[in-house]
């Protein structure tokens, strides 16, 4: 059995390190474990998981026995301006041995949301907006999200019905409550940053009705975001096409250069010498190509890290809309989110596109099939050139 526990407040690193690194944010966290029962647990070992922009330190620990007294170690988490968070949870698995036979336990633990923003001032006008409507009067902002109050020192005064908050990564989202209605508006100029907002505001409200009756409901009156989602999706695959094409004229080079290595060292190893033909000038044309091509691929690469975060954020907001939007259980949303898949790995052959794909296809010719009759075997994918 362990536990991890927050200590009193997200801090930042120190001024120098802000300067050179950007702003980052910091949270200190304890680590605890213990055997239960009267037995002892050998050959412990702590792995902690986490996704960017979080990280943590240190990742691992371990220890040869683990009895019923409590063993603590500190943990920090580091959020840098990298990424949107798409996952705020840390994974901490522990594996040990009991009586012979190994076995594992896994916990999530939440992260604190001022972990990945900052408050800032609120947007007048936004470019996206995403309205919440709720069946419990509107709360106060500032009661809701105590600890990322924003108040400039001339006014003295803060807002109740709107609030501003700054991702790390960049953008500005800000979040309205209706005085006379009991509606929330979530804007901002950057449509997949929206989406940690609106995950956290309906948790927050949840969480401050969860005694009242009838229970707290949210629903959403927007239809869902398709042709931002969809834009997202095509820049996402564009990128992907864009960094292949450039591996393949990465691979040409590669060949070229090394066949033009061999003829030189043929020519160098001739007993009877023989002019280089130009050689060496190709050869030098050729590694100029391959670096060129090798620093495109890089920007390629970062690209699509961005792309494939925004289109994980795009994802998951798309599919919690549609969950507002009508009559959904728990069970139905988590089919739905596995389709649209949220967690985008931007490094694997068989990218977003082709696990959708797949998904969405099963659907349509099992579960949501209107007949037995129209249940048959999923259509090939055939991508756009």
Not at 79 to 91: E, K
Not at 105 to 126: D, G, R, Y
Not at 237 to 249: A, D, I, P, T
Not at 368 to 382: E, R, Y
């Given at each position: ?74 943990v920090t988490v580091v959020c840098v301006p990298v990424l949107l968070p798409v996952q705020r949870t ?57 600890e990322l109050v924003f108040a400039k020192p001339s006014e003295g005064v803060v807002p109740s019905n ?83 094409q450039c591996r393949e004229l990465l691979k040409r080079h590669a060949q070229q250069f090394r066949a ?126």
């Amino acid at each position: 059995q362990y536990t991890c526990a927050h200590m009193p407040h997200v801090h930042t690193p120190h001024q120098n390190e802000q300067e050179t690194e950007g702003l980052r944010t910091c949270l200190d966290m304890k680590l605890s474990i213990r055997a239960r029962g009267s037995t002892c647990a050998k050959d412990v070992s702590v792995y902690i998981t986490s996704s960017l922009p979080v990280t943590a330190n240190p990742t691992y620990y371990h220890w040869d026995t683990i009895d019923t007294i409590t063993v603590s170690k500190a943990v920090t988490v580091v959020c840098v301006p990298v990424l949107l968070p798409v996952q705020r949870t840390l994974i901490i698995t522990a594996s040990y041995a009991d009586h012979g036979l190994h076995r594992s336990t896994e916990q999530h633990v939440s992260l604190p949301f001022s972990l990945f923003c900052i408050p800032c001032q609120p947007l007048k006008a936004a470019e996206y907006k995403i309205t919440v409507d709720t069946n419990c009067p509107s709360v106060n902002l500032p009661d809701l999200f105590p600890e990322l109050v924003f108040a400039k020192p001339s006014e003295g005064v803060v807002p109740s019905n709107a609030m501003g908050f700054k991702l790390l990564a960049g953008p500005e989202v800000t979040i309205v409550s209706s005085k006379s209605s009991e509606r929330y508006r979530i804007q901002s100029d950057h449509f997949p940053a929206i989406t940690p907002l609106v995950d956290e505001l309906i948790a927050r409200l949840a969480s401050h009705w969860k005694n009242r009756a009838p229970p707290f409901c949210a629903r959403c009156s927007d239809k869902p975001p398709l042709n931002e989602y969809f834009d997202i999706i095509d820049n996402h695959y564009k990128l992907r096409v864009s960094m292949e094409q450039c591996r393949e004229l990465l691979k040409r080079h590669a060949q070229q250069f090394r066949a033009i290595q061999k003829r030189l060292l043929t020519r160098f190893k001739d007993k009877t010498p023989v002019g280089l033909a130009h050689l060496d000038t190709l050869l030098e044309g050729t590694f100029m190509q391959i670096m060129s091509l090798a620093e495109k691929y890089e920007m390629f690469q970062s690209d699509l890290e961005h792309s494939s975060n925004e289109l994980a954020c795009a994802s998951k907001l798309t599919a919690l809309v549609m969950k507002l939007s009508v009559v959904m259980t728990p069970e139905e949303y988590r089919t739905l989110e596995a389709c649209l898949n949220p967690n985008v790995v931007h490094d694997s052959e068989q990218g977003w596109e082709e696990q959708s794909h797949v998904a969405i296809s099963h659907l349509l010719h099992t579960t949501l099939a209107k007949n037995p009759k129209d249940q048959s075997a999923p259509v090939a994918l055939v991508l756009p050139d």
